[in-house]
């Protein structure tokens, strides 16, 4: 369907700057259908899901009980990863190995933030610093692709990392902070997905100046056969059998772990920031808060009005505006013009580059089939 004019949900704030998004005849958008179609089948935030991630982890208990670690969690210091390792020691009192990627990118609340809960929580944390010189180039590179998702770079070295250190360690299970109370709407054509190394590598082979020698990467196979298939490695969002709450997630973390809260989804990283309140908006013309602010007017943790408000009534200034975009350009080691160059450079969708947007199709097929004779990626 093309969209010929402006619209918004009727029911959350998702609107026409989704390039797929539909409408019913009440105007109520696909993300709020789908949500009500799928969600109330993986989001179980009352007694039946605490029953099944209760019987989840005595049986990992079970497993891991000679053995150092019970699971690896990766901890960005956002709040989703944060307030997870919080009630996986708390309330489940699971054993952990925390492994945080610094990217270059964190704030200096980020650091704060993840030693206050590791040192509350007595959880040994590995930190993978990515050699910054290969995170810059392929940084720029991205940037020179005029792609919208800039934080794939960021994202794939985290996951990457993240696995790399399960398998070393021989821990099989994987705690992941993804929910569907507060993420579950996220347009498919705003963020690609991070994980599609060819994407990556072929991005990085038209306008990267430096080889890739150290920078953590998992391949397609690795990733959605090896990993789950061959290496038996369980993926499990325990939020998604929690009844998590963002506001009730961040006073408990404020309180018990001194935690101290961005002002914002995924602002622990300082490019992220920028790039989800300046470069996405002025690029592509959206915001991809609208998104998360949605998720939560689904979840029933916001109205729709109150919504609206946020959105609109941010406080960002001129000069915060301009710090924050300083701060990248001379991170990135770019003069203004060179900056303003890429900026100014037409945008760019995933399709222009080459990638395994046909693998992931066909992956959703087999995992189909693999399911029917009882072989699933548990948690996802």
Same mark, same amino acid.
């Given at each position: 369907?093309?969209?010929?004019?402006?619209?918004?949900?009727?029911?959350?704030?998702?609107?026409?700057?989704?390039?797929?998004?539909?409408?019913?005849?009440?105007?109520?958008?696909?993300?709020?259908?789908?949500?009500?179609?799928?969600?109330?089948?993986?989001?179980?935030?009352?007694?039946?899901?605490?029953?099944?991630?209760?019987?989840?982890? &005595?049986?990992? *208990?079970?497993?891991?009980?000679? *053995?150092?670690?019970?699971?690896?969690?990766?901890? /960005?210091?956002?709040?989703?990863?944060?307030? @997870?390792?919080?009630?996986?020691?708390?309330?489940?009192?699971?054993? %952990?190995?925390?492994?945080?990627?610094?990217?270059?990118?964190?704030?200096?609340?980020?650091?704060?933030?993840?030693?206050?809960?590791?040192?509350?929580?007595?959880?040994?944390?590995?930190?993978?610093?990515?050699?910054?010189?290969?995170?810059?180039? %392929?940084?720029?590179?991205?940037?020179?692709?005029?792609?919208?998702?800039?934080?794939?770079?960021?994202? +794939?070295?985290?996951?990457?990392?993240?696995?790399?250190?399960?398998?070393? +360690? *021989?821990?099989?299970?994987?705690? /992941?902070?993804?929910?569907?109370?507060?993420?579950?709407?996220?347009?498919?054509?705003?963020?690609?997905?991070?994980?599609?190394?060819?994407? @990556? *590598?072929?991005?990085? &082979?038209?306008?990267?100046?430096?080889? %890739?020698?150290?920078?953590?990467?998992?391949?397609?196979?690795?990733?959605?056969?090896?990993?789950?298939?061959?290496?038996?490695?369980?993926?499990?969002?325990?939020?998604?059998?929690?009844?998590?709450?963002?506001?009730?997630?961040?006073?408990? %973390?404020?309180?018990?772990?001194?935690?101290?809260?961005?002002?914002?989804? +995924?602002?622990? /990283?300082?490019?992220?920031?920028?790039?989800?309140?300046?470069?996405?908006?002025?690029?592509?013309?959206?915001?991809?808060?609208?998104?998360?602010? /949605?998720?939560?007017?689904?979840?029933?943790?916001?109205?729709?009005?109150?919504?609206?408000?946020?959105?609109?009534?941010?406080?960002?200034?001129?000069?915060?505006?301009?710090?924050?975009?300083?701060?990248?350009?001379? &991170?990135?080691?770019? #003069?203004?013009?060179?900056?303003? #160059?890429?900026?100014?450079?037409?945008?760019?969708?995933?399709?222009?580059?080459?990638?395994?947007?046909?693998?992931?199709?066909? &992956?959703?097929?087999?995992?189909?089939?693999?399911?029917?004779?009882?072989?699933?990626?548990?948690?996802?």
């Amino acid at each position: 369907m093309s969209i010929t004019k402006y619209q918004i949900c009727s029911r959350c704030i998702m609107d026409t700057t989704d390039p797929d998004i539909v409408f019913d005849a009440d105007g109520v958008c696909n993300h709020c259908l789908d949500y009500d179609q799928k969600v109330p089948k993986f989001w179980k935030p009352g007694a039946e899901g605490r029953t099944e991630i209760d019987a989840i982890f &005595k049986d990992i *208990k079970a497993e891991q009980k000679d *053995k150092e670690y019970d699971a690896v969690i990766g901890l /960005s210091g956002g709040v989703d990863s944060s307030y @997870l390792a919080y009630i996986a020691v708390k309330v489940f009192k699971l054993r %952990l190995l925390a492994v945080h990627v610094d990217g270059g990118w964190n704030s200096e609340l980020a650091v704060k933030n993840i030693e206050n809960i590791v040192n509350t929580l007595g959880i040994d944390l590995y930190t993978e610093v990515i050699d910054w010189e290969e995170m810059r180039d %392929l940084q720029v590179a991205f940037l020179n692709a005029a792609v919208a998702n800039q934080d794939v770079p960021q994202d +794939h070295a985290f996951f990457a990392a993240l696995y790399r250190n399960a398998i070393q +360690h *021989k821990i099989r299970h994987v705690l /992941s902070g993804g929910n569907y109370a507060t993420e579950s709407i996220m347009p498919f054509e705003w963020a690609y997905n991070a994980m599609d190394l060819t994407h @990556l *590598k072929s991005i990085h &082979k038209r306008f990267g100046k430096r080889k %890739l020698k150290t920078y953590p990467t998992v391949n397609f196979f690795d990733y959605y056969f090896r990993f789950p298939y061959i290496n038996r490695m369980t993926v499990i969002r325990p939020l998604n059998y929690w009844p998590y709450n963002k506001e009730e997630a961040i006073r408990t %973390l404020e309180h018990e772990v001194g935690f101290r809260y961005y002002g914002g989804k +995924h602002f622990e /990283s300082r490019f992220t920031k920028w790039q989800q309140l300046q470069y996405r908006p002025i690029k592509f013309g959206y915001d991809e808060r609208r998104a998360y602010l /949605s998720s939560l007017i689904l979840s029933g943790q916001l109205d729709r009005a109150a919504a609206i408000t946020e959105l609109a009534g941010y406080e960002y200034s001129d000069f915060q505006q301009k710090e924050d975009a300083d701060y990248v350009r001379k &991170k990135l080691n770019l #003069t203004e013009t060179e900056f303003q #160059t890429i900026l100014d450079l037409p945008a760019k969708t995933f399709r222009d580059y080459p990638s395994e947007y046909w693998m992931l199709k066909l &992956k959703d097929k087999f995992k189909y089939f693999m399911g029917r004779f009882g072989i699933n990626f548990k948690g996802k």
